[in-house]
């Protein structure tokens, strides 16, 4: 494994820390949870960064970055819903989706696609919009933020689907 992907599996460490953090949180553990979350989600895209800039874009981080990013993703979405921020349908929403391009990904690879897709414009949005919307969900900020964290969260639900379409579709939505 190379730099690159290295930097993507270290992404990982954040998620039981995310999870144990968001479980009985106070103000102080929040503001934790989004240092810790950020620099997580930061490191997505310095392994990106780094890939191209070392000319060491390989098939195993194509493969790893979304894989590992769904679990950044996931785990505070979950522990949100826990905590009774973001309902749990939304969530789902956002995980079948995930799932389908999983899926799609690996079926292409087993019936003879040679290379994994990486991820498009779309895909990018799509990842911004879910951190900022986790970021504004898991900071303690005043009740007037309220409405501008579940609407950066539906965003990022309507994001999530839309680029899971042009994944899915390319022609049919690039035409």
């Known amino acids: 494994m190379n730099l690159p992907t290295w930097i993507t599996v270290s992404r990982l460490f954040g998620v039981p820390f995310l999870l144990y953090g968001l479980q009985n949180p106070t103000p102080e553990t929040r503001w934790i949870m989004v240092a810790i979350f950020l620099l997580a989600a ?5 392994d990106g960064y780094l890939a191209r800039k070392l000319n060491q874009v390989t098939d195993l981080g194509k493969f790893l970055d979304p894989l590992v990013d769904k679990l950044l993703v996931l785990a505070p979405l979950m522990s949100l819903v826990e905590l009774g921020q973001i309902p749990a349908w939304g969530v789902f929403m956002i995980l079948a989706r995930e799932l389908t391009i ?21 895909g990018k949005l799509k990842t911004v919009s879910q951190i900022v919307a986790i970021a504004l969900l898991i900071a303690p900020l005043p ?4 409405l501008l964290s579940l609407v950066a969260f539906w965003v990022s639900v309507a994001l999530t689907w839309i680029s899971g379409a042009i994944y899915l579709f ?3 939505m690039n035409s």
């Open 42 to 46: 930061g490191t997505d895209w310095l």
């Open 102 to 122: 999983a899926g799609w990904r690996v079926d292409s690879n087993l019936q003879g696609g040679s290379n994994i897709q990486g991820a498009n414009v779309w």
């Open 143 to 146: 009740d007037q933020w309220k």
């Open 170 to 172: 390319p022609k049919k």
